[in-house]
Each structure stands twice: as structure tokens, then as C-alpha cells.
């Protein structure tokens, strides 16, 4: 079963997931600050990896622009907290474990690898205006490049 993304000038699903540090993320609490909000499958890995430094690495221009970061994957709490220590990551990453938000985004979806089908994430990042509605959608990610995109529409929202 897939589920539908929510279209662009919708109100963003709201959600409260534990956080990497043991605290919780509360989309609604960042308003008025616009919000990234980027969906990838699992701690750890190439794509995921590079995905995360790279939003790291731009954290600070992020902040600049008004602009909080947050992370999604159904990996634990406990998984998060080692992949940040890692990769010195500067970001926050929430623990959907149960799936109920990639749900409410439309990010948990069939797909197949080497000819099995099953269900995962789907790379997929959101833009989240100060009101709270999706600005802008990268609905199948390819990470070379992607923040750098994502950075630039939330210093022209």
C-alpha cells in the first residue's frame, strides 16, 4: 500500500516523534521558523550518510535563513544518537518508528531491489513555510546536490 504525498499549500502534517538526545520534535512548535522536513530510509548508510552531512554542513546558512532541519527514518532513538556521534552530525533526527508519519507524508511505499519487492521509505524532503503549509516537495531524492537546492528555496521563501 502506498500512501498519497500531501500536496504543495496544504498544512503540513503535524506530528511529535522522540529526537535524537533523548528529547521529542514537535513540528508545530518551529512555527514561525520554516521547517525542512527530509524522510530517508536507514542511520548509516551511503545515501543516508552523505545526505545528512550535507545538511550538516549547511546547518548554520539553514539557520540563517530561518530554517530548522529534521531528519526522519523508523531507525531507533538509540540508532540516531550513534549515527550522530559518528558523523558529527548537526541536525535533528526523529525516530518514526511505529510509521505513522512517512504515512501521513506518503514516503512509505513498495519498492524492489534485485527483484524483491517490499516496503521501505522513499527518499523524499518537504519545505515548510512559517504558516505551516508545504511551500515545496522533492518527492524521489537524489542526494549529490539536494541541499544545496533545499537551501536555496528556503532563502528565497
Known amino acids: 500500500m502506498t500512501t498519497q504525498i500531501p ?3 496544504t498544512i503540513s502534517p503535524d506530528f511529535t516523534l522522540p529526537r535524537d538526545g533523548g528529547e521529542t520534535a514537535t ?4 512555527r514561525p521558523g520554516k521547517v525542512v522536513l527530509y ?8 545515501g543516508c550518510t552523505l545526505e545528512a552531512q ?5 546547518a548554520a546558512e539553514f539557520a ?6 529534521i531528519g526522519i527514518s523508523k531507525d531507533s532513538v538509540k540508532a540516531h544518537d550513534k549515527f550522530c556521534k559518528k558523523h558529527g552530525l548537526q541536525i535533528i533526527l526523529a525516530s518514526d518508528e511505529d510509521g505513522q508519519t512517512c504515512e501521513d507524508y506518503g514516503v512509505w511505499a513498495e519498492k524492489s531491489m534485485y527483484g524483491k519487492t517490499y516496503m521501505g521509505i522513499t527518499r523524499a ?9 508545504i511551500a515545496r516537495i522533492w ?7 539536494h541541499a544545496d537546492e533545499v537551501l536555496a528555496a528556503a532563502q528565497a521563501l
Open 39 to 46: 524522510f530517508y530510509p536507514k542511520d548509516d548508510t551511503p
Open 27 to 30: 513540528l508545530s512548535a518551529f
Open 139 to 145: 518527492p524521489k531524492v537524489s542526494v549529490k546536490g
Open 64 to 69: 540563517a535563513a530561518g530554517t530548522t532541519v
Open 125 to 133: 524532503t518537504f519545505l515548510i513555510d512559517a504558516e505551516g503549509k
Open 7 to 9: 500536496e504543495t499549500g
Open 54 to 58: 550535507d545538511f550538516t554542513a549547511r
